[in-house]
């Protein structure tokens, strides 16, 4: 018997008890019905996409002290502290976390500056300082040293930053789950924002 992946038969072929069911092989091949289609063109095979189940956003309490975590801990990494940092207040995918330039932070007149697509952002002392501790870290030596870095998470090969999966992979193992994360900064986001204020009511005569 010859099937797909899902076990669905697709030709059948019974042998006698003293026949080597590999010689049969290709009579199996061959019984395969054959999928309609117009001759020299291929057919569009059309594979559902699995939805993927909505992530569970962290609840309020572990939010804030993750976020706490990152700005305080001096023994958790310093690049695992900026990244679990803006992306858990700002809500940011991980992949532009992992794209952000070097130049997206600036400092002026003392104050720390964001800049995340195309938004100057000014951030709080404990945000701000973190990010220029992590922009105005040691520069690496070696050969690492000779290659300008336009990123602000480099990778390990030259004028490269690192990849999404590397970074969410290195956040989660310190305790920085990134769909949650995320998740969680978007619900805080939301409920820090302004509530649309009804019009007056008029009365009517």
Do not use: K, Y
């Not at 193992?173 to 204020?197: E, K, T």
Request: a neutral charge; charged letters at 20%; aromatic letters at 4%.
């Amino acid at each position: 018997m010859i099937s797909d992946g899902g076990g669905i038969p697709f030709h059948v072929i019974t042998t006698a008890a003293n026949v080597n069911d590999v010689t049969r092989t290709l009579d199996l091949v061959d019984g395969i019905p054959s999928v309609a289609g117009r001759v020299g063109r291929r057919r569009d095979l059309d594979v559902p996409l699995r939805p993927r189940p909505d992530p569970v956003a962290l609840d309020e309490d572990s939010h804030w002290e993750i976020l706490h975590q990152c700005l305080t801990d001096t023994a958790m990494p310093l690049d695992i502290r900026t990244a679990g940092a803006i992306l858990l207040l700002f809500g940011q995918e991980i992949t532009r976390i992992a794209a952000l330039p070097a130049a997206a932070v600036t400092v002026a007149n003392g104050d720390t500056v964001l800049l995340l697509d195309r938004v100057p952002l000014l951030l709080p002392d404990p945000l701000g300082l973190l990010l220029t501790a992590f922009a105005d870290r040691p520069r690496p030596t070696g050969w690492a040293a000779n290659h300008p870095n336009p990123w602000h998470f480099p990778s390990a090969e030259p004028g490269r930053h690192i990849t999404g999966s590397t970074l969410a992979r290195r956040l989660t193992a310190h305790g920085i789950p990134n769909r949650p994360a995320r998740a969680g900064a978007l619900v805080q986001l939301a409920q820090d924002m302004p509530r649309p204020s009804s019009p007056p009511c008029s009365a009517s005569t």
